[in-house]
């Protein structure tokens, strides 16, 4: 068991640039959160998909876009990267109610000069 | 709405010294509680949760937390720490609500150091 996966773990990307952060979990779980943790500022959640085929927005969703691909898959898109979005992006899976732990991934380190 | 509150950004202590970090929420329906933790440059992990019975809950490594409903706390407490519990600890809450959506109301994180 994988757990929770997630591609890449570093990037450098400049002001405007696009790119999709990719996670993937084993577990069959039916709940996937992408946050960002960013310092002093604890997790923040941008998007979460409570199940295949839904997505919703969370705390801070400006400035990106997610696709649940199938019940494994939760990719983020930024579309037009801004120096704003540096942080660090945690992928989260979860089985399916409120009583249930979410797994975390290990982090993508994200840079945008 | 929803809130916690994690009383203390930052707690330095001894080894084997005892230690207690603060977490308070406010919450119009019934929660969930957990712990996390953070180890450097890591995900995070459960580290416990209260779900309901027994008030006071413990981890395999010794932590434990107790849920006060009068006082809206669950604090995390472990009699005697190691320099391998450096890390960053979360509190956070689940609301039994429906419109909940099995989201987690995080708090800002405790940075707990371990020095010899």
């Known amino acids: 068991n994988a757990g929770v996966t997630q591609t890449p773990k570093f990037q450098v990307l400049k002001t405007g640039q696009s790119m999709t952060l990719q996670c993937a979990q084993d577990m069959n779980h039916n709940s996937m959160y992408w946050y960002r943790q960013d310092p002093g500022m604890g997790l923040r959640l941008i998007y979460y998909s409570a199940s295949e085929g839904t997505t919703d927005k969370g705390e801070v969703p400006n400035g990106y876009n997610v696709s649940r691909l199938n019940k494994r898959e939760?990719?983020?898109?930024?579309?037009?990267?801004?120096?704003?979005?540096?942080?660090?992006?945690?992928?989260?899976?979860?089985?399916?109610?409120?009583r249930d732990e979410q797994y975390f991934g290990p982090g993508t380190r994200l840079t945008v000069t | 709405a929803q809130s916690v509150t994690q009383l203390d950004s930052q707690v330095p202590v001894f080894e084997e010294a005892p230690v207690e970090l603060r977490c308070n929420y406010s919450s119009s329906v019934s929660v969930y509680l957990f712990w996390y933790v953070q180890y450097p440059n890591q995900g995070l992990q459960l580290l416990l949760k209260y779900l309901s019975g027994s008030t006071l809950v413990e981890s395999i490594n010794g932590f434990e937390a107790e849920f006060n409903k009068s006082q809206t706390s669950f604090h995390l407490r472990k009699p005697s720490v190691h320099i391998s519990d450096t890390a960053e600890y979360f509190c956070a809450v689940s609301p039994l609500s429906a419109g909940n959506n099995r989201k987690l109301i995080w708090g800002l994180g405790t940075s707990l150091a371990v020095n010899p």
Do not use: H, I, N, W
């Open chain 1, 74 to 98: 939760f990719s983020l898109r930024l579309e037009s990267a801004a120096p704003s979005q540096t942080s660090v992006y945690f992928c989260a899976s979860s089985l399916q109610g409120a």
